[in-house]
């Protein structure tokens, strides 16, 4: 999948969202009066392992998120080395619209450390969209369409660490460190760039 | 050069996107009980794959409560 079919595939999602009067974000949290901060939706994760991919939304409660964020979706990667890796967390507001990528301390996700020399080698593999949810499939199309601003992640994440006068072993579980990158995102603005609008 | 495009057997361009778009806006809902953020917990990980029952430790794992992790 190219840039532009990620852009038509995300489009294509927008409308199945839109026909079902939901969000990403809703699509998974379910039963909204029963919400809570904290836990995984949905409990554990969707699991798209035949694509080595793993999600789930949450939210935190203050001070961990910013006051415009509603919560986000943290995306794993099978690393093929019997772990997984954080590839970002997707940041959503409160009307359920991606807003930024956000990238993390290794703590804070417990994941298989991948420097971002690693990270931009790593491709997605090809998907059989029609065994996806429409989540996944959303969240698959993303990543393909943001995966330059990703890359810049990384690198943004790893300069940020080595501006650090520290061990990186040390950093890395260091609770002072918690967001260490992030890439505010207009969907409108990189679609309508990507498909030539 | 401003063009249409066919997606799903429908020309779209800038307005059917911000449409689109628009018609995903929905408040989402406010947590009606505090869950459990593990970085209230010293040690854990607010977003591993493990939570507070787990053996994972991080906040933001793909751990759930309870779960065993991977």
Known sequence: ?197 | MKKNRIIMGSAIGLAALAVAIDHTRHSLPEAAQQGMDLYQIEGESPCSMSAPCSMGSSPCSMGSPCSMGN
């Not at chain 1, 997984?84 to 967390?89: E, R, V």
């Not at chain 1, 990238?103 to 790593?122: H, I, L, P, Y």
């Open chain 1, 1 to 197: 999948m190219n840039d532009q079919q990620a852009a038509e595939s995300v489009y294509e999602c927008l409308l199945e969202f839109g026909q079902q009067c939901i969000n990403p974000a809703l699509a998974v949290i379910g039963d909204a009066e029963a919400f809570q901060s904290g836990r995984h939706y949905p409990e554990p994760y969707l699991d798209f392992s035949a694509q080595g991919l793993r999600t789930y939304y949450h939210s935190h409660s203050h001070p961990l998120q910013a006051e415009d964020e509603h919560g986000h979706f943290h995306l794993f990667a099978d690393t093929g080395e019997g772990c997984w890796t954080h590839l970002a967390a997707l940041s959503m507001d409160q009307q359920g619209q991606s807003r930024r990528w956000l990238s993390t301390n290794r703590w804070v996700t417990d994941e298989c450390w991948k420097a971002a020399t690693g990270m931009q080698g790593f491709a997605l593999p090809a998907v059989d969209s029609s065994k996806l949810s429409l989540v996944e499939r959303w969240l698959y199309a993303m990543l393909i369409l943001y995966r330059q601003e990703l890359n810049q992640l990384w690198q943004q994440r790893d300069d940020y660490l080595n501006s650090i006068k520290k061990e990186t072993d040390v950093l890395l579980e260091d609770r002072e460190h918690y967001v260490l990158a992030g890439q505010e995102i207009d969907l409108l603005q990189k679609m309508q760039q990507v498909l030539q609008l």
